[in-house]
């Protein structure tokens, strides 16, 4: 008996919760007349493989949440009774609202905003969340930009004219959170392009929309923007204070993933503040969480950018900060070895600090190098605002360093020259 990755991985593409999915199967059920008698532990036994075959009412469900067979969401029918599938039960693909061209950011969450005359219900929250995998998909490629926002906050309106027509209370509440999460999508997309007044004001719309839906997941994530957004305007005692917020979120005491995720943005803050014991603290904090997490639980897709690779990534910034560039350097090595390809903006930015740790440590040409690689890493797209104040520190580092360099001169060259043309 091993856990169900092909239904967790079917839950994490449409963004549904334990609890969505059980209220999905229930209401597909009473459709039929059936009683509908799905829990949030039938999910998690459906996840664990505890139950490998749910009963055939189930699975007809299943089969309508999903458009697609039991056996492809992972359930192994029992061996005397398996039947081929027929050509009629071959899955329906999730469509790829990603586009490689640029200026079709509303295109993504298009077929999400389409108006419904009839009560609103749970496969209508379904079918908003799945808008908010495909704007993070293009967040995690090219970073945050005006057609990101704009097409969050019109996911965001939708949801909210939306919850208008609920059938439930249960309902309303949680398009509300649909809000607050495109909303928080609409602001983090400010805070990455350094628009910081419109991000605070984003970010205060959100933290709202996530009280009235008692989301405390969405509310951590708005903190953990909050404490970016304080580190962008050097307000670091604030960054701490945000970081310390998220980590009294209720998710933290139910999934460690999310208490590794606070702890690594306080330990930011701290490092920033210039306090070393502080800021190793938290990291440590952070490490133990994140070996306690479980990678077959089911969560948003925003957070799939934090794991392994990114606490590293964290752990070289944190040590550039309090004076280590040795350590960062070897941190930001391991941290580019493991982060996945499709998060390109994060994989440049993991790239401009192994660049300031190797200028920290005095070796001019190698770091110059390291941080022309970063252009070439976002070619084809505007660098967002929080990566060109990165190479900004580092380009302001560089000439108090070695100011007279030939190749300092020549880095500066080409700095100065991709920001004329961004």
Known sequence: MGENESLNKAMHERGCTQAELADAVNAHLRSRGHE??????????????????????????????????????????????????????????????????TGTTAAVVAPVLSSRPTAVGTSDVIRLRSGLDALTALDNSRGGHVGLEQAALAGA?????????????????????????????AAWSAVDTRQLDRAQSLLDRALYLAGMAMDSVAELR?????????????????????????????????DPLYASL??????????????????????GYAEEFLGKAST????????????????????????????DPAEAEAASHQALSAIPVQFRRNRALAT????????????????????????????????PGRMRSRLGDFYRDLITLAPDATVAQEWGDRYRSEWSRL
């Open 157 to 185: 309106k939708d949801a909210l004219d939306k919850q208008k027509l609920a059938a439930s209370q249960r309902i309303r509440r949680r398009l509300f959170s649909v809000a607050a999460d495109y909303t928080a999508t």
């Open 222 to 254: 708005i903190w953990n923007a909050y404490a970016m957004l304080a580190r962008q305007r050097g307000e670091h005692a604030q960054a701490i204070d945000s970081g310390y917020a998220a980590q009294t979120t209720a998710v933290t005491r139910r």
């Open 262 to 283: 606070a702890h690594a943005r306080t330990a930011i803050g701290h490092s920033n503040l210039g306090d070393r014991k502080s800021a190793l603290r938290s990291l």
């Open 296 to 323: 077959a639980e089911p969560r948003p897709s925003w957070v799939a950018f934090y794991g392994p690779a990114e606490l590293t990534a964290i752990t070289a910034v944190v040590r550039d900060r309090i004076g």
């Open 352 to 383: 401009a600090q192994l660049a300031l740790a190797q200028l920290h440590q005095r070796d001019i040409d190698q770091a110059c190098a390291t941080a022309e690689t970063v252009f070439g890493l976002m070619s084809g797209n505007p660098i």
């Open 36 to 101: 509908g008698t799905v829990s949030d532990r039938t999910v998690r036994n459906w996840l664990t493989g505890k139950t490998r075959w749910p009963h055939p009412r189930q699975r007809e469900a299943l089969r309508a949440v999903f458009e697609c067979t039991a056996e492809d969401l992972g359930f192994v029918p029992p061996a005397a009774g398996r039947a081929p599938t027929t050509s009629q039960e071959q899955p329906v693909r999730r469509r790829d609202f990603i586009t490689a061209t």
